[in-house]
């Protein structure tokens, strides 16, 4: 994987961050140029809350002005009403998507 991604993981300016998302920004301060976001399926109450206005609401807080925030959604193929909610929870919190 290092060869086939040229080493992008060892850049000083990436920070990885293997954490519960909503507790870290919920502790943290920081802010951020870019946000990358890969969550597992919403399948029980403390995943779902990785999907929520108020989670999203939290990115928005850490983003840098210009920021911007990446997550995964599912296929809108076939995944459909799952992928619309997510569109629409993002766009609720303030989100161009």
């Not at 060869?3 to 993981?9: D, T």
């Not at 000083?12 to 998302?21: F, S, T």
């Not at 619309?84 to 998507?97: D, L, N, R």
Request: charged share 20%; net charge positive; proline share 5%.
């Amino acid at each position: 994987m290092v060869r086939l991604n040229a080493g992008a993981l060892n850049d000083p300016r990436v920070r990885v961050v293997n954490v519960d998302g909503y507790r870290f920004l919920t502790d943290s301060s920081d802010l951020y140029q870019v946000i990358l976001i890969d969550l597992p399926d919403p399948r029980t109450e403390s995943l779902a809350r990785l999907y929520s206005r108020e989670f999203y609401g939290l990115i928005g807080r850490h983003l840098a002005p210009g920021g911007m925030m990446v997550t995964q959604a599912a296929s809108p193929y076939f995944a459909h009403k799952a992928y619309w909610c997510i569109v629409h929870t993002i766009q609720a919190a303030g989100f161009t998507v």
